[in-house]
Nanobody, 120 residues
Framework: QVQLVESGGGLVQAGGSLTLSCAAT????????MGWYRQAPGKQREWVAT???????NYATSVKGRFTISRDNVENTVYLQMNSLKPEDTAVYYC??????????????WGQGAQVTVSS
């Protein structure tokens, strides 16, 4: 079992920056990739970015060039640096971790969510 604890959300003006952190504890050896999703009011949860254990990254088109995902394998923490924030980035941001056993996907853990609000 893995626990994910997010921090770093808050209120920022459009054009500003925020960094989210997600610390993983527990059975971290099973984690192959970590990432971020977000859910705006009245909308479905959408994928934002992913980083694999090998450091490969991938981004949703809506955030590419503005957001950067990174990870500290020593601290078992993944970060989401968000620059040039827009009001449409307002959402609850969720950290996730994909678990594998013998190269087979076995499930996903989720954090509790961090509110990001961008004012215009």
């Amino acid at each position: 079992q893995v626990q994910l604890v997010e921090s770093g959300g808050g209120l920022v003006q459009a054009g500003g920056s925020l960094t989210l952190s997600c610390a993983a504890t527990g059975n971290i050896a099973s984690i192959m990739a970590m990432g971020w999703y977000r859910q705006a009011p009245g909308k479905q949860r959408e994928w934002v970015a992913t980083i694999t254990n090998g450091g490969a990254t991938n981004y949703a088109t809506s955030v590419k060039g503005r957001f950067t995902i990174s990870r500290d394998n020593v601290e078992n923490t993944v970060y989401l640096q968000m620059n040039s924030l827009k009001p449409e980035d307002t959402a609850v941001y969720y950290c996730n971790a994909d678990h594998y056993r013998d190269s087979l996907y076995v499930g996903t853990s989720w954090g509790q969510g961090a509110q990001v609000t961008v004012s215009s």
